[in-house]
């Protein structure tokens, strides 16, 4: 069979890869291992992120991407390479169109690096797609009504809050909150209030297991590991899902007052279509619990996460990447 068209999301948490006709192909963490001595890559994805925290003063594991975008040229080139390749498998005569969806509050320098490092990597014909308007299509939002419809797309990076209407954007606003931002922000908290230093992954998983934006009447309880600041040794201690709830108000107020500045600038009439359909919630940290309640409860507009809200992105992609001449207005395309 041969691949002429791959859809990425490339995340700053994971990148997604779609093939038209085949659906959603990988699924891996956006993480590069590099040899320090010859730059060479040595793993990439679920491999990679295994080595996280782990690796000896021979070998750097990293994120390449920062905030949603590339910080680090290089090895997302490497990584891109590597995704393509194993989309299309084995030995491949074509090289690809590829479309990935990228922030809507990117730089032309910051969309030019993507697009060049797609082309490098092995894209015959490079495209990009604003997040906001792939989160939409994904989640099946009829995105070319004239009406409005307001999308929060919140990633490991970046959360991108845009009312849509017409195929194009009318409001919208990229903040540099997501996923990895709660991660941070868990870790600082358990090693002030508990002294006990513990890695991203650590923080993720808490997140994951137990976080909530909302307290609990139930509350979720779990067992840590880490290392005392003190004592500089091993040590075990219980968290509370209001820990978690408590360390992560910050970056949840930014998100809620990202989304009342969207609101601001939206035209009246589409701002009343929002208050008619209310808010759709897409991306990985959509699934943080009662996110929606707590948004809810903020605006005063009803709020929904999407099915399957973490491929909401790069379905969205996909289907545009089928379809280029109906979505040619939200798409910059680039040979």
């Known amino acids: 069979m041969f691949i002429k068209k791959i859809g990425i999301d490339l995340g700053t948490a994971n990148t997604l890869v779609y093939i038209p006709g085949r659906g959603i192909v990988i699924d891996e963490p956006s993480v590069v291992a590099i040899s320090v001595f010859d730059k060479k890559v040595l793993a990439v994805g679920n491999e990679a992120k295994e080595m996280l925290g782990r690796t000896p003063d021979t070998i750097v ?17 490497a990584m891109l390479r590597y995704f393509i390749n194993k989309a299309l498998g084995g030995i491949h005569f074509f090289r690809p ?24 990597g092995g894209a015959k014909a490079a495209y990009i797609i604003k997040e906001p308007i792939a989160a939409a299509i994904g989640a099946n939002i009829p995105i070319g009504n004239a009406s409005g419809h307001m999308i929060v797309d919140m990633g490991g990076g970046t959360s991108e809050i845009a009312v849509i209407s017409l195929g194009g954007i009318v409001a919208n606003t990229s903040v540099r909150l997501g996923g990895n931002k709660f991660d941070s922000a868990i870790a600082e908290y358990i090693r002030k209030k508990y002294n006990l230093a513990i890695g991203e992954r650590t923080a993720e998983d808490v997140k994951i297991k137990i976080g909530s934006a909302l307290f609990l009447e139930d509350k979720m309880k779990m067992k840590i590991r880490g290392r005392d600041t003190i004592s500089g040794l091993p040590r075990t201690i219980d968290i509370t899902s209001d820990d978690v709830t408590v360390a992560i108000q910050d970056e949840l107020t930014g998100i809620i007052n990202a989304v009342k500045s969207v609101l601001f600038n939206t035209p009246p009439e589409l701002s009343a279509d929002v208050i008619d359909k209310g808010i759709v919630l897409s991306g990985g940290s959509a699934l943080l619990r009662n996110i929606d309640k707590l948004l809810s409860r903020a605006i005063d507009v009803p709020v929904y996460v999407a ?6 992105v790069v379905r969205g992609t996909g289907i545009a990447l089928e379809n280029l001449e109906s979505y040619k207005r939200s798409i910059l395309a680039t040979k």
Do not use: F, N, Q
């Open 61 to 77: 594991a990293c994120k390449p991407l920062k905030d949603g975008v590339i910080a680090d040229y290089r090895t997302t080139e």
């Open 97 to 120: 169109e590829v479309m990935v969806a990228v922030p809507a509050g990117i730089t032309s320098t910051e969309r030019r690096a993507v697009i060049d490092a797609t082309l490098i």
């Open 307 to 312: 099915d399957d809200s973490l491929l909401c």
